[in-house]
């Protein structure tokens, strides 16, 4: 299944009065999809490799007696890898967010929200029950 034709009808209107719930739906499958690409995954998989790899070089240090200043410049490197993979990961999710964002024509609230990295259930709510989360409204035509 290909995600493009969706594209096009969310960049089109922006107004949740217009859509439906299907415009819902992909803005969240878009989403989910994204977040599981190389192009999140991999800088996300930098955080904890920096970490680990600063630690395992420090040890390797250690071990073969390499000159003092290699310990801490390993540890520095590993941590500079981790706060680095982390600043890409969450700058790149920041625009999935945005080019997958819906909002409620009437409170312009987001129909898209991440906590602590996961997709809260918010355009969920509103697929299901045709009104905002946020101020009740309907979204759809026809919903009243
Ligand atoms: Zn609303």
């Known amino acids: ?20 719930r299907q415009d819902l739906a992909a803005s969240v499958n878009l989403f989910q999809k994204g977040a ?16 680990l ?4 070089l420090t040890m390797v240090a250690s071990y073969f007696r390499l000159p003092e200043a290699v310990q801490p410049a390993s540890f520095l490197l590993g941590w ?6 982390f600043w890409v990961w969450s700058r790149r999710q920041r625009a999935l967010l945005a ?3 819906l909002e409620c024509g009437s409170c312009h609230e987001p129909m898209l ?3 602590r990295g996961q997709l809260t259930s918010r ?3 509103a697929a299901a029950t045709g009104r905002c989360p946020a101020c009740g409204d309907a979204l759809f035509e026809g919903t009243t």
């Open 1 to 20: 299944m290909s995600v493009q034709p969706v594209k096009p009808a969310l960049t089109e209107s922006r107004s949740l009065h217009q859509l439906t």
């Open 36 to 51: 599981r690409s190389a192009r999140l995954v991999l800088p996300a998989l930098a955080v904890p490799g920096g970490l």
């Open 53 to 56: 790899g600063g630690a395992l």
């Open 80 to 85: 500079a890898i981790a706060l680095g993979g």
């Open 99 to 101: 080019e997958c964002q």
């Open 113 to 115: 929200v991440v906590k």
């Open 123 to 125: 355009a969920e709510i």
